[in-house]
């Protein structure tokens, strides 16, 4: 039986940049989140914050799409197209 070998694990610049957008697209969430947040008193931020999730179901660039360009959102998203 032969072992397969695995490559040392090297940062790729490809993960390294999607890293860095998935850190933006957190950053547009949290801050309309924190807006949305004063305007609602007594509501917990992190309810806010899985409102914004549940309604942009999928990964954070979805997310950060839906806060920028809220209904329309889809239009802006590939995978919608």
């Given at each position: ?32 989140a924190a807006e949305v947040k004063k305007t ?26 839906y806060v920028i360009y809220g209904k ?10």
């Open positions: 039986m032969t072992k397969s070998k695995t490559l040392p694990l090297e940062a790729d610049p490809i993960e390294d940049r999607i890293k860095q957008i998935r850190a933006e697209c957190d950053a547009i969430v949290a801050k309309h609602c008193e007594g509501v917990p931020l992190q309810v806010i914050r899985q409102e914004i999730e549940l309604r942009a179901r999928g990964c954070p660039c979805a997310q950060a799409m329309e959102a889809a239009k802006h998203l590939e995978r919608d197209r």
